[in-house]
Structures are given as C-alpha cells and as structure tokens.
C-alpha cells in the first residue's frame, strides 16, 4: 500500500496563476484533510472532508478550494495565487467518519513557491 | 491559532540521554496526540492518549496527560541520533471533527 500519497512533490507559481494540488489514499479512509506549514510552525488545518460528498472549512480557508472527488481523492486548488499562500501543503486522512481525533495519515507534501 | 504549544522550541542533548517534551492546551479534548516529523518529510502518529488516561507507553516513548492542568509531556528515553526530529502535540475539538497542533519542538539528538 501506497498510503498517501501527493502530487506534485515542488510547484513554484506567478502570482495570480491558478493550480491544483492531488491527493490520494488507499486505505478505504472515510475523512481526509488538507493542512499547511509555514516555516517553523505546526500546521493549520484549510479544510477537510469528514466523509465522501462533505467538505467542511478549517482554521484558514480563505483563497482555496476543494473537492473530494471520490472515497480516494482530496484536491486542493488555489484560484489565483498569493505570495503569502507560499508554504509546505500535507494531505492527511482517517479511517473514521468526521474522526479528527483518530489517527491521522500524512503525506509527504508538496512545496509550493509563489513568486 | 494554535490549541497545543510545546515547550521547548527547540531542544539539544547527547545520545542516550532523555528528552522531555511539554505541551499545554486551552480548552476540553477527548484526546491528545503526539506526531513525529523528520526534516522534509511528512507527520508520522506516535501516540494517542485519551482524556481518561493519565499514562501510557509504547517502546521508548512515555507520555503522560494532566487533564487538570491540561498539559501533555513526551519522554523519549535512551535517545538515539535517529530521533533527531520535530516533534507535534495535535488535540481534538470536543466534536472529534479536526485535529489542532501546536508548533512543535525541534528535537536534536547529537551522537
């Protein structure tokens, strides 16, 4: 098994450009999530989908979007990007539906650069 | 902002020696859990204890809960350079829907 797995693995980008950031698991897991991480900081939950069809906002939602396109895949997109959007990005998920509390499954980040 | 926060923020000590990790949180968890993340890499789950547990272990790790004080401590015993890592503290909502994290202590274990 793959676990979680993200694609891609770098992106630098131009202000105002748009792009999608994949994530996938095969675990049969109900809640995924997307997180970021500024240098030296812990991560700040964007949003989450506690089962497939829901999504829900986190902490810092604002300038992205998503779609839980099926049980497996969880992309994140940034419509028009912003320096301050420049950050490590994680995927996550757990087994549990809306379980945040469970055990969550990292993916190994994609690092995005806006210039 | 951010629920946990660890203490220290950064931490540097020899091989075999113990590291101890704080975290303190605000408000009421059903559980608390402790995350590994080597540089570059993604989180990796250490340990979950529940708000109804005081202690609990696993291999050379040692955590324990005060849910009075809300606090949290990590004890990593006998360490080896291959602990070298930031370590997370991440506490539920009371709804069990996300999980919040504080900003980690960067652990360096020097051989």
């Known amino acids: 098994n793959a676990g979680v797995t993200q694609t891609p693995k770098f992106q630098v980008l131009k202000t105002g450009q748009s792009m999608t950031l994949q994530c996938a698991q095969d675990?049969?897991?109900?809640?995924m999530y997307w997180y970021r991480q500024d240098p030296g900081m812990g991560l700040r939950l964007i949003y989450y989908s506690a089962s497939e069809g829901t999504t829900d906002k986190g902490e810092v939602p604002n300038g992205y979007n998503v779609s839980r396109l099926n049980k497996r895949e969880f992309s994140l997109r940034l419509e028009s990007a912003a320096p301050s959007q420049t950050s490590v990005y994680f995927c996550?998920?757990?087994?549990?539906?809306?379980?945040?509390?469970?055990?969550?499954?990292f993916g190994p980040g994609t690092r995005l650069t806006v210039l | 902002s951010q629920q946990g926060e660890e203490d220290p923020q950064a931490l540097s000590i020899q091989e075999g020696e113990n590291a101890t990790m704080n975290c303190s949180y605000k408000t009421s968890i059903n559980n608390l859990q402790w995350y590994r993340q080597n540089s570059g890499r993604g989180l990796v789950h250490l340990i979950l204890i529940r708000s109804n547990e005081r202690e609990k272990h696993s291999g050379r790790l040692r955590v324990t809960l005060d849910t009075s004080k809300k606090s949290s401590s990590l004890l990593i015993t006998a360490s080896r350079a291959a602990d070298t890592a930031s370590y997370f503290c991440a506490t539920d909502d009371r709804a069990g829907n996300m999980l919040t994290f504080g900003g980690g202590t960067r652990l360096m274990v020097k051989p």
């Open positions: 996550a998920s757990s087994e549990g539906v809306g379980q945040g509390s469970d055990e969550q499954f």
């Open positions: 675990m049969n897991h109900n809640s």
